[in-house]
């Protein structure tokens, strides 16, 4: 799928797990809500490191540009050093490594390891980097008419203005895990976004290795996905009318029975 999609995705996906957790009796403070939603929006984009093409290689400038192409070497190099006879032969790490549910688990206990063991400024870099994604992901017209500078401005001040609510008696910098174990949670959404990246790639006509190293019909790297009759190109109008006005529907939805308007 596209940037777009893609985030509007990963938000609604967070939004439903609010609407989850409330319904077990665990309900997300408004701020883990929020900022939970933003995150995921912005982690549903960060699969796509390995494509040098993609909105995330975009969003930091040379930075950003430069680890895609490291990104994308690595994640050729894994491929070919773990390819079964029957994985088909590529030039590219595309839909590879960054694209597992492996990958997903790693990137998502790093970030919680890195919010509890850094304290303000890990939490500060992880809002900064997800929310300049987020904007980029589900702001994508407005982020393309402006400045580079400009997101990035408006990524750093909200993360600054979140975290500062966060930290708020009562706001949720220790939900779900309790105290002593604050900002814990903040590498749910980011596994939760990179697998709903999986997911939506999975339907599309190329598929998404997401069980990899699970060796499937004799492949490593088997591209998991529905029937070849119900996939469809991403940018397709299946992508464009159907399911991004469905996520943001869903978005709703899950946002108000989080919030218990439902």
């Not at 304290?119 to 008419?145: K, P, Q, S, T, Y």
């Not at 299946?238 to 029975?257: D, N, R, T, Y």
Request: proline fraction near 6%; hydrophobic fraction near 50%; charged fraction near 15%.
């Amino acid at each position: 799928m596209m940037g777009p999609a893609h985030s509007l995705s990963g938000a609604a996906a967070w939004l439903g797990v609010g609407a989850a957790a409330a319904a077990a009796g665990h309900p997300m403070p408004w701020p883990v809500l929020v900022v939970g939603s933003l995150i995921c929006a912005g982690a549903a984009l960060a699969p796509d490191l390995d494509h040098k093409s993609a909105t995330i290689s975009r969003a930091f400038g040379p930075l950003s540009r430069g680890l895609c192409e490291v990104v994308d070497k690595l994640s050729y190099a894994v491929y070919k050093a773990t390819r079964a006879p029957k994985d088909a032969r590529r030039s590219g790490g595309h839909r590879t490594l960054t694209h597992t549910w492996l990958w997903a688990v790693l990137i998502g206990a790093g970030s919680s390891v890195m919010a509890v063991t850094t304290d303000r400024w890990g939490v500060l870099a992880l809002l900064f980097v997800h929310l300049v994604l987020a904007v980029e992901g589900l702001l994508w017209r407005a982020a393309r008419m402006s400045s580079d500078v400009l997101v990035w401005l408006l990524g750093a001040t909200s993360a600054w203005i979140l975290a500062g609510v966060l930290d708020q008696p009562g706001n949720g910098a220790d939900w779900l895990f309790g105290p002593g174990q604050e900002y814990l949670w903040l590498g749910l959404p980011i596994l939760l976004g990179a697998l709903v990246h999986d997911i939506g790639d999975a339907l599309t006509v190329s598929g998404c290795p997401i069980l990899w190293p699970l060796p499937i019909a004799g492949k490593r790297w088997y591209p998991v996905g529905p029937p070849k009759g119900m996939r469809f190109r991403a940018g397709s109008w299946v992508e464009l009318k159907v399911l991004m006005p469905a996520f943001m529907l869903l978005g709703g939805v899950g946002g108000a029975s989080a919030l218990g308007f439902l």
